[in-house]
């Protein structure tokens, strides 16, 4: 996704939305991990859905400390590097909350 950005004000743009977006999943997860563990805690797989929605948290976390790092050095010729494993981080820890939802829904049915 931001590989294709050359220019940097259009990839300073698009590093500020993500951060915004990162900062409010892993605020949603963090929530998440506090419902699941009133709800359905209890189970084997409840147990397995807090602990994803706990990485997937700490996955946020970590992409908005490399979205700053970068946002830093934004004119650097190494920042397409840090925006593939900004990339590869968010798109994992958005994975890994999607199925964690899956995971939820089948444990409440």
């Known amino acids: ?11 300073q743009q698009f590093l500020l ?7 409010t999943l892993a605020g949603l997860s ?13 189970t084997k797989v409840g147990s397995i859905a807090d602990d994803m929605f706990l990485f997937a948290s700490f996955g946020f976390l970590i992409v908005c400390s490399l979205i700053f790092f970068t946002l ?3 004119q650097s010729p190494k920042v397409q590097n840090w925006t593939n494993v900004i ?3 968010f798109l994992f820890s958005i ?5 964690a939802g899956f995971v939820v829904v089948y444990s409440a049915l």
């Not at 590989?3 to 259009?10: C, G, L, M």
């Not at 963090?30 to 209890?42: P, R, S």
């Not at 994975?95 to 199925?99: A, C």
């Open 72 to 74: 830093r050095r934004i």
């Open 30 to 42: 963090m929530a998440l991990v506090g419902i699941v563990n009133l709800k359905i805690a209890d």
């Open 95 to 99: 994975t890994l909350l999607v199925i």
């Open 1 to 11: 996704m931001l590989k294709y950005v050359n220019n940097p004000k259009d990839l």
């Open 17 to 23: 939305a993500l951060l915004s977006t990162s900062g």
């Open 87 to 89: 990339d590869i981080v």
